[in-house]
């Protein structure tokens, strides 16, 4: 450990007085204290205090290989060693980023020959944003301006990311969006499917975007962008009708088609990109997190064949990062995507560990009286806290439920995230079946607790 060795509290103490921390209250953070995670193995954390954690949500649904994976830091202090940075802005590459994308173009479905590459997702969507603007001003139609997203959809906390993402909470600080942003409603069939099926739901959901393009106007529409399964918005997930019609429109009206992939990509649910798992192709698609499984900050944007094209037709792209194609970065990130295919983990995802835990994951939390629309897919899952079951109400004061559940599990280490009062989980994609047995099992005794809890405070 290279750290200097201090008491939690004196750590805590420290914390409080210098860092400000993404996403948090301080305030009232720095009066609990945070809690010190030290180190990590597999799909373990330990705190400072000793404590042994579950990570349910691989940090923040990245670290998709599982952590301690010492062949990672081998070829990070490699590639230090021989070179530890240099630029591809003036007629350089480096061995590391050849390669990388070289393998990426591999793992990549079809006619996705090129990657543009960034340090995070964020970063991943701000370049798209200006891709897709520079691809239709090189096409000679520059009034094709403006993006389509969706509300509660995330893209990130850059000023491109979070004004095409639809957290309003975002938007109201910092005066957000940007202009040439527009958001449809998301295909959450539970709240807005009413007496719809889920494939006529699918359709009538995707047929929000084509009225939003007439009322903005086909020939100011630049794309449409969507996670293929909502993340933070609370793993949402369409019915297998959406995407294909999004698609369909899409091409009517000769709008680009982003997938945002920062989640759903390399191996979250169980095929290489939340794509193929939908069946549709989009023309771009953002990614980063299991790009690198979160051993160092990388991102790529992956380019379909005609948009590179077009881009290159256009002579200089003005855009681009000091740490664009990072060489350690890149390094890593090969080592990471050559061990997620070549040892079969993203296909055990597909074949068994996903299947064992969707079945699992309906089966345990299908029971209780105040958890429905049980779902999942690959190894992202979530279930949603309710009111009433019967007649579809949910918990008044959206998102007091979901802390209130979410600190349970905390206290019984086990890190699951509550969005609203979406219970969502994304463990790392090497969790084993008896790993999951186990992780259930504290999982339904939490749940066991909050209702509980909620009987005790007249809420049930
Ligand atoms: N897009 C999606 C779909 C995401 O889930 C995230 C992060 N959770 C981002 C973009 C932003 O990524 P980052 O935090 O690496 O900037």
Redesign the pocket.
């Known amino acids: 450990m290279t750290q200097q060795q201090r008491s939690t509290a004196q750590w805590r103490e420290l914390d409080a007085a210098h860092h400000l921390h993404p996403f948090t209250d301080t305030a009232s953070l720095n009066e609990q204290g945070v809690r010190m995670i030290t180190h990590a193995d597999g799909i373990y954390l330990w705190d400072s205090e000793g404590n042994k954690i579950t990570d349910g949500m691989a940090g ?2 990245c670290v998709n290989i599982g952590y301690g994976r010492k062949d990672l830091s081998e070829v990070a202090k490699r590639q230090m060693d021989e070179l530890a940075y240099y630029n591809t802005f003036f007629k350089t590459s480096h061995p590391a980023v050849v390669e990388l994308s070289h393998l990426l173009a591999q793992v990549a479905p079809a006619g996705f020959d090129h990657v543009f590459y960034t340090n ?6 701000d370049t798209m944003i200006r891709m897709v603007r520079r691809y239709w001003d090189v096409k000679g139609k520059p009034q094709k301006k403006t993006l389509i997203g969706r509300w509660n959809g ?5 000023i491109g ?1 979070a004004s095409l993402g639809g957290m309003t909470y975002m938007h109201e600080q910092g005066e957000l969006p940007i202009p040439g942003i527009a958001h449809i409603e998301q295909p959450w069939y539970y709240k807005h499917g009413k007496d719809m099926t889920p494939e006529e739901f699918g359709v009538a959901a995707a047929r929000w975007l084509e009225d939003k393009i007439l009322e903005i106007g086909a020939d100011k529409v630049a794309a449409f962008v969507g ?1 293929p399964i909502q ?2 918005g609370g793993v949402i997930i369409p019915p297998s009708t959406y995407w294909p019609e999004i698609e369909r429109i899409c091409r009517k009206y000769d709008i680009l088609l982003v997938a ?1 992939e ?2 759903c990509g390399f191996g979250r649910t169980g095929e290489w990109f939340g794509q193929q798992h939908f069946g549709f192709k989009p023309d771009i698609f ?1 990614t ?2 299991g790009l690198s499984s979160g051993y160092l ?1 990388i ?1 790529a944007v992956f380019v379909g064949n005609d948009v590179a094209a077009t881009i290159a037709a256009g002579g200089d792209f003005n855009h681009g990062f000091t740490y664009s194609g990072h060489p350690v970065a890149a390094a890593v990130a090969h080592a990471n995507v050559k061990a997620l295919r070549d040892e079969g983990i993203v296909q055990r995802v597909k074949e068994e560990t996903g299947p064992y835990m969707q079945q699992r994951w309906r089966e345990t939390f299908g029971q209780f009286e105040h958890v429905d629309d049980v779902r999942g897919v690959g190894l992202i899952q979530a279930f949603t806290l309710v009111k009433n079951k019967a007649t579809r109400e949910l918990f008044d004061n959206w998102g007091e439920m979901g802390t209130m559940c979410r600190d349970i599990f905390f206290g019984n280490n086990l890190i699951m995230r509550a969005c609203g009062d979406h219970m969502v989980s994304a463990p790392p994609l090497v969790i084993t079946k008896a790993e999951i047995d186990t992780m259930l099992g504290t999982a339904a005794r939490s749940v066991e607790t909050f209702e509980k809890k909620l009987r005790e405070r007249g809420l049930a």
């Open positions: 923040l649904w995070s997702g964020s970063e991943s969507v995330y893209h990130g906390s850059t990311g996670e993340g933070a945002d920062v989640i953002t980063a997190k900050p991102g």
